[in-house]
């Protein structure tokens, strides 16, 4: 029964894990939980290359 | 309602956005610090009216005419998404050069507020200015606003003339000539004419009593701070304060406490388990998990003292002197002062200093600092450096400021080589900053980024960190048949016969066993990483508190239970922080060259450049310790030789293509 409790904890903190690293996935975070790595990808930008691209 | 914020760099938008909306952005008393549009909805305590305003900060821009990436964000926002009010905020401190925006945004026919930011730095320069007077110039409501400010900051005089206007047609007060721009000319004189306009404005508001060429306090501390010679020398002096009070005084203190709660937390599961719970579950709870993650909790004092005082260095004006005395060594080895920005940003973590990069206009340019900015010693190698330093070299703070510089070298280096493959080496580039004003750091704004830091860190080690040292205990537990190693065959188990191999190739550089080249290879995932698994595969539950470690395998410290020698240790510490980043930053290094071939000679170089750096560290300096070589010499000096055998082939091939290129400009 402990062994079951003890089981079912360590289950639960590393589910806890993968969906917050999930849940940060999506919000567009790049590294999970850092709060400067949100941002929009180079592609967006006006590099040379994607300005050709657009044209 | 989309309100958007715009104005000239370091006129202090992100840190309006952040007072307006209760955001956290990063802020920086510099300019270039923002690079993408951020929004937020602006608090109910300032916005009045019934409906949601949501404010859009963007990055900073000189002009309508975008010249480089974070403009052009800029330029085809207010264009193409037709906010319904733009909040232009102008720099109260340099007014003519700020007007010369705000004019080209009143032509656009949306609704302009003018947010009057740094009217309190002008009033320390005894510079008054007719408010009135402007907003009839300019044919807009100006509001005086100091968005570092307390409760009087006049942001909601702001939101409510936000509210007034954004029905209204904005009327230009200078009519452009009709210009081709495609014609340099015509262009000079649209600029010239519009230049006389704003400065005409400027005499009738502004009363100046402190001349412009009269020294001030300012440039009496820039001659000093970025002197040509004594600004590296004060750099450094700076660098080994901030270590000494983060590593060896104030940040040991109070992990000491902190540890104290992590060790307190592991008796009360261990007691509340007791004896019943089978011992495999109870080691990967105890061991896996708490003990691996509080391992490495156990450093948060000593990162946040050190983002605290970096913060306090940023905001008072510092980190951009830096930039200035550094640029003339960027400047010989093929990059500008503009590269130093993501270098600096890359010290709290190697992904947005990476996409920093995406300011830089040159191509080559900013690949190659793309490609350098992860050796600088970002927040994730901190716990590494400050495990070593603390085990190894008794918390000396000239290990992490040896770090810092050494990285900076690496990084010349690194750019050295690379514009002699690039074969251009023959090209200038040129750097202009505008330096911000020394003010009082504000204790605030630190401590709100040490705690964003903070949250952020213990966030990772709960998630990635957590989960690694789960598989890494698991690994480490088991061998392929999946049954429970012997106590004295961890040799056989998962994680053993994985990392092995690569701890043969680490012997030359002083630390060939699998436990620590383990720890390097999860490092990848996260440099956090290294530390958790240390943890986990020798069974540290603490670094900074190390008494319980007498206890573990008749070892007296941490050293002896790793077995290296202080020399190795060096090495290894190296090898963790100047080789190839996180899988994350590996990532943005790929979206910000564009370029697969880039991307792996980065990798590759990144790689070679860790492995060399070490190899030299641990065979000279078990050689000048011992009197003898280190173990490994010759295969790994065939290693190294190859290595630069190779750089030096591709470099002739680029001083070829250079000359090439010089006999075509000339005829």
Redesign the interface.
Known sequence: M??LI??A??IA??AG??T??IS?KKKGT????????Q?????R?????NAEKKS | MKIALTGNPNSGKTTLFNALTGK?E?VGNWAGVT??KKEGAIKKSLNKTSQTMIAVDLPGAYSMS?FT?EE??TNEFVNNESPNVLINIVDATNLSRSLFFTTQLLELGIPVVVALNKSDLNIKKKTIIDIQKLADELKCPVVETVSTGGSNNGLKKLIKEVGLVSESKQEAPFKPLNINMEDKESVKESDIRRYEFVNSIVAKVEIKKVRANIQTKQDMFDRILAHKWLGIPIFAAVMWMVFSLSQTYIGPLIADVLVGWIDGFYDLVEGL??D???PL??A??LDG?IGGVGALVGFLPLIMVLFFLLALLEDCGYMARVAVITDRFFKRVGLSGKSIIPMV?GL??A??GV?AT?TIKN?RQ?RTTAMLTPFMPCGAKLPVVALFAGVFFNNAAWVGTMMYFLAIGIILLGAAIIVRITGEKNSRSYFIMELPEYRFPSIKRAAISML??A???I??A???I??CN?IIHIMQTFNWRFEVVAENAANTSILASIASPFAILMLPLGFGVWQLAAATITGFI?KENVVGTLAVVYGITNFIDTEELVLINGATNVAGVMGLTSIAALSYLMFNLFSPP?F??I??MN??M?SGKWLLAGVGFQLGMGYVVAFITYQVGTLITTGVIGSGFIPGLIAVTVMIGYVLYLIKKGDIKAKTKKVIRTS
């Open positions: 402990v062994n003890v089981g904890i360590i903190i590393i894990a993968i917050k690293i940060e790049k590294c999970a939980s850092c709060p400067y790595s941002g929009g990808s180079c592609s930008v006006a590099t040379p290359k | 956290i990063k690079i993408d975008p990436s052009t964000i388990m007791g019943n719970v089978s579950l109870s990967l709870l998990i940003i709290g973590c992904i947005p996409m995406r191509e900013r964003s830091r949250k952020a860190f966030i990772k709960g998630t990635i957590l989960l789960a996260a996180c994350a930053a990532g943005a979206a910000e564009e």
